[in-house]
């Protein structure tokens, strides 16, 4: 096995290790379909969707996926455990593919990076996982405490900020968000950095104002910069199952999303909601899941391979 091979069974095995939950669900669904004799009909592809179902793929991706299985069904493609397993394989695999997209660092300098969510999602810590994988690649990164509203979230990432040893822009709590942000924008410039990763608040009991003050911070950064902020990351708690495809509209509408991370996939049973966000864009250009969290620690962050997702999700 070259490289690249070993390198690609790595990230499958640590898919497999962080999917268990959800892999555990459609197993327990699916796994006598899928490993038994049982011979395959419409009935098989009914009990396959309500397994689908109990990990937030969502209804209305659940009947894309049973509707391709069926037209394999009756062009007698579906003769055994096998065929089935290799069809259902291929069906989640197209429709999670459009999701996968490398995060790049364009030219620009700094490079700046503006992360929204709701509160808890795990925004702060993927900016710390983040920083110290843009560092191993050589970036350069500065940190801003964008959420004011939290004194814990200014404390967690100036943690980051230690543990990585990279710099961190901060103020007193309650200070002005887009005012900080600006700041550090500024003193990446004068530092020569590379990239600028801006926390920000995500108190859903005030949408209005939450989605306000976003669009607020993001034309401050433009004064310093007119095609900044370069990307727009919402990240998604992967628990939140099909209030996701919600939070990507809003979020979308209020300050327009570039790319998602979803977090805290080691940790949830519902990991088929990546398949619902994928199916929710089918009809116009994909929002792409840049990264998911498998982990607590600060290497447990991957780039979305869809076709790792699918074989650790269907292993057995």
């Known amino acids: 096995m070259g490289e690249e091979g070993v390198k690609n069974e790595g990230l499958r095995g640590r898919f497999i290790r962080s999917l268990g939950k959800t892999r555990l669900k459609v197993s327990h669904g699916i796994g006598d379909l899928v490993l038994g004799e049982k011979r395959i009909d419409e009935n098989t592809l009914l009990d396959l969707e309500a397994s689908l179902l109990t990990t937030d793929v969502g209804i209305d991706a659940a009947e894309a996926i049973i509707a391709g299985l069926k037209g394999r069904l009756?062009?007698?493609?579906?003769?055994?455990?096998?065929?089935?397993?290799?069809?259902?394989?291929a069906e989640l695999t197209e429709m999670a593919r459009p999701l996968g997209k490398p995060f790049q660092i364009g030219s620009a300098r700094p490079f700046v990076v503006l992360f929204i969510g709701v509160n808890g999602v795990g925004k702060t810590t993927t900016i710390g996982k983040l920083s110290k994988h843009l560092e191993g690649a050589g970036?350069?990164?500065?940190?801003?405490?964008?959420?004011?509203?939290?004194?814990?979230?200014t404390e967690q990432i100036q943690a980051w900020g230690a543990s990585n040893d990279v710099p961190v822009v901060s103020q007193q709590s309650g200070a002005d968000s887009a005012a900080v942000i600006y700041d550090a924008i500024e003193t990446a410039k004068r530092q020569g950095i590379d990239v600028v990763l801006a926390d920000t608040a995500g108190r859903l009991q005030a949408k209005k104002?939450?989605?306000?003050?976003?669009?607020?911070?993001?034309?401050?950064?433009?004064?310093?910069?007119e095609t900044a902020p370069h990307e727009c990351l919402l990240v998604i708690d992967a628990n939140v199952g099909q209030n996701a495809i919600s939070q990507l509209y809003d979020f979308d509408e209020a300050v327009g999303v570039s790319g998602m991370v979803v977090a805290k996939l080691d940790g949830s049973a519902r990991g088929g909601v990546l398949f619902s966000l994928a199916h929710a864009q089918a009809s116009q250009e994909c929002t792409p899941v840049y990264f998911v969290g498998l982990g607590e620690s600060a290497d447990d962050l991957e780039p979305f391979d869809p076709d790792a997702f699918v074989e650790a999700l269907l292993a057995p």
């Open 209 to 225: 104002g939450l989605m306000d003050e976003l669009s607020k911070i993001k034309r401050v950064i433009a004064r310093t910069d």
């Open 74 to 89: 009756s062009r007698n493609e579906l003769s055994d455990r096998k065929s089935l397993h290799q069809a259902l394989q």
């Open 139 to 153: 970036f350069s990164t500065l940190l801003a405490a964008g959420d004011t509203f939290r004194a814990a979230a």
